[in-house]
């Protein structure tokens, strides 16, 4: 047989696209307010209602756009993966025309309207453009979860006479009204669309006429978030460049300190026709490799000039402390907003993940004092909707797809990124050469700049203070050498540190057990526990026993094996996650997860008698509140971390009298062994009593499957 046939895509696709293509709720939103962009609105709002209860929630997306005709709705609207609006945006850049707002569409691919299923079973549509009448659509998309085909349920488009006025009493524009939501929405994913929403528009550049309104009936969730405003003027150091072709045609740093730093004087740096290359291994005539430089140029694809701004700051406690009033808001904000972003005619491209697009983390992994990483910085790659045609999203919408023209531009931000680094350098090292170094963190350094200072100060004679002050640059350069030879070679003797850290651990439980408990069940079960750790730790931490783990049962097992020492400290343990019926699960090995949760708890019970607190407790839950993660959350009732959390899983690191400094920094490890992290929530991320707002709080966040 010889027959020519057509697909007929079954309903149900509809339902799997929106479930695939849009990762999650908070980019469905996003495009959708993309979507008011594209249609030449001044103002969009977001109206979120009874987002605990699903049956009842109602999301309305609301702007005073050109609003759709009824053809439009018909022939453009109704015809998922439609190329009008790339069409649009391919005329509008041949014949160098722009919207009446001076605008080019964003969108392209035809699918963000999506991001309704995503959010909601039912939509209703009402839009109407100038001089037209108004359209109205409902859908239920539940009526798509069978096996008729798509052409066989017929959706309804009614188009009628309505004095129904739109956002800001416009008489044309868009209402998207979804009910029936998918998800319960929680505090945390809430306060994490609003800081998306928020960063959409470049913090350098804002569309002054484009004006997102977020609006939610319980004004408490996102109570409290800190502002790009609020920070910007903290930070020391300051960069704005343009990359044109294969240079940076033009570089500006600064380092601003600020007035209490009397002993530091601002500095700038301005450079034009920058070579930008790479590294590479070249294969010579000799037939032998070498390596050799290799230009890095944007001219070889079409993606314009990148304009780049960036703002770092410094997060030293001691230095914070020197002006900055809000130090938790500060740091609060910038890991929840800090990166360096893309931004396309001023709005940005959403990146996957914790946008290391860049791999910031990874670099400072082998040179932190002279890295940034995301938290330390701000930052916006701006490029151009007309000139950056090779530049294209992902289906998606996580970020670019990492073809070759990716692979160049990433190249260059990176090369001019390491730019910044090497100025921002120069003046850190004089930074902590003054204000940074403290007896706790670097004793040694900071006993070298006393001296340096007393130097400077009492005497007189220029040659032998020139001596002296060469003398002490040696013994610190000569110091930081030596340690940094040190730790690259400690990684047995930390090894075997962490061996006789977790064996403490047990030993400790096992006097309280053999003290109390009259039989012997327990003693045995904690000394084959001891027995499995001292048999190898390291081969226990390449296990490879990973399975699939209910968390409420790793918990309750922790708690019994530090249950004896609980008791005697008098310590109360809430477990609100067990008033959850939901089956909380994530892939693990549950002796190293147990250990963790060991090691915190002993960490709560020494600071809570330390800081002898009455009325001692010790909190669990498992939440979804952390977006993109399933998290154990452990809090205490004592007085918080008398160390910055950044630093408190470093090894070694500790404000703990006699304590060896390793507890969190193996917890730290481990969660990322699983594939997650180690997280320091702020306690209104959180759903937490009023009386652990004080104190510690910790969370083993696994990622979501």
């Not at 526990?529 to 990973?546: A, F, P, Q």
């Amino acid at each position: 047989m010889n027959e020519s046939i057509s697909f007929r895509p079954r309903a149900r696709l509809m339902a799997q696209l929106g479930e695939q293509l849009i990762k999650d709720e908070n980019i469905a939103v996003l495009e959708l307010i993309k979507n008011s962009y594209d249609a030449d609105a001044k103002e969009v709002k977001v109206t979120m209602k009874n987002l605990e209860s699903p049956d009842q929630g109602v999301i309305i997306i609301e702007d005073n756009g050109d609003g759709m005709s009824f053809d439009i709705v018909k022939n453009c609207w109704m015809e998922p993966g439609t190329d009008n609006k790339e069409k649009k945006l391919e005329k509008m850049i041949k014949n160098n025309i722009r919207s009446k707002l001076n605008r080019l569409p964003m969108g392209e691919k035809g699918i963000g309207r999506f991001g309704v299923h995503k959010l909601g079973s039912k939509i209703t549509l009402i839009t109407r453009a100038e001089n037209q009448k108004e359209v109205y659509i409902e859908i239920d998309w539940t009526i798509f979860n069978s096996s008729k085909y798509l052409s066989e349920i017929p959706i309804r488009i009614i188009e009628r006479d309505s004095n129904e006025k739109f956002l800001g009493e416009s008489l044309k524009g868009t209402k998207i009204i979804i009910e029936k939501l998918k998800v319960k929405w929680s505090r945390g994913k809430v306060r994490s669309l609003y800081r998306s929403i928020n960063s959409l528009n470049s913090p350098f550049k804002s569309i002054d006429s484009f004006n997102i309104i977020f609006d939610i009936d319980n004004k408490d969730w996102i109570k409290g978030l800190v502002k790009y405003e609020d920070i910007k003027d903290y930070a020391l150091f300051k960069c704005t460049m343009t990359l044109s072709g294969d240079k940076i045609k033009d570089y500006r740093y600064e380092f601003i300190p600020w007035k209490s730093m009397n002993k530091l004087e601002y500095r700038n740096n301005f450079e034009t026709g920058i070579d930008m290359f790479e590294t590479v291994r070249k294969m010579g005539n000799n037939g032998k490799t070498r390596r050799g430089n290799e230009s890095i140029d944007l001219c070889k694809f079409k993606i314009g000039d990148v304009k780049i701004e960036l703002l770092s700051f410094d997060l030293d406690t001691k230095i914070l402390n020197m002006s900055v009033k809000d130090i938790q808001g500060l740091k609060t904000y910038l890991t929840a907003n800090g990166g360096i972003f893309v931004y396309r005619d001023n709005i940005k491209i959403y990146e996957a993940g914790e946008n290391d697009w860049l791999g910031l983390g990874a670099h400072r992994v082998n040179a932190p004092g002279d890295k940034i990483s995301n938290n330390l910085v701000l930052g916006s790659v701006n490029i151009d909707r007309k000139d950056s045609g090779d530049l294209k999203e992902k289906t998606n919408r996580e970020g670019f797809i990492e073809d070759a023209a990716y692979g160049i531009f990433r190249k260059a931000v990176l090369f001019a990124v390491g730019k910044f680094e090497r100025d921002r350098a120069l003046d850190k090292q004089l930074l902590r050469k003054y204000y940074g170094a403290t007896s706790k963190s670097e004793p040694v350094i900071a006993a070298v700049s006393e001296v340096r200072e007393k130097v400077e100060n009492k005497i007189s004679d220029k040659k032998l203070k020139k001596e002296i002050l060469g003398c002490l640059n040696n013994i610190e350069k000569d110091y930081k050498h030596i340690t940094d030879i040190y730790q690259k070679s400690s990684s047995a003797g930390l090894s075997m540190n962490v061996v006789l850290h977790e064996i403490d651990k047990i030993i400790s439980e096992l006097e309280y057990a053999i003290i109390a408990e009259n039989t012997s069940e327990h003693i045995k079960m904690l000394v084959k526990r001891l027995e499995i750790l001292t048999d190898g730790y390291s081969s226990v931490m390449k296990s490879k026993s990973i399975k699939i783990l209910n968390l409420k049962k790793i918990i309750k097992q922790s708690l019994f094996m530090v249950d004896f020492r609980l008791q005697a400290h008098e310590i109360k343990v809430m477990e609100e996650y067990m008033n959850n019926d939901q089956i909380f699960k994530a892939k693990g090995n549950d002796n190293l997860i147990a250990s963790i949760i060991v090691n915190i708890i002993d960490n709560s019970i020494w600071w809570l008698n330390f800081a002898k607190v009455k009325n001692k407790k010790i909190y669990f839950d498992i939440t979804k509140d952390i977006p993109g993660y399933i998290s154990i959350i452990i809090a205490d009732n004592g007085k918080g971390f008398t160390i910055p959390t950044e630093m408190a899983t470093k090894p070694f690191i500790t404000d703990k009298p006699g304590g060896m400094g390793l507890g969190l920094h193996l917890a730290s490890e481990l969660m990322k062994q699983h594939g997650g992290n180690l997280l320091f929530p702020q306690f209104d991320d959180l759903q937490l009593p009023c009386e652990f707002g004080q104190g510690a709080i910790v969370a083993l966040a696994f990622k979501e499957e």
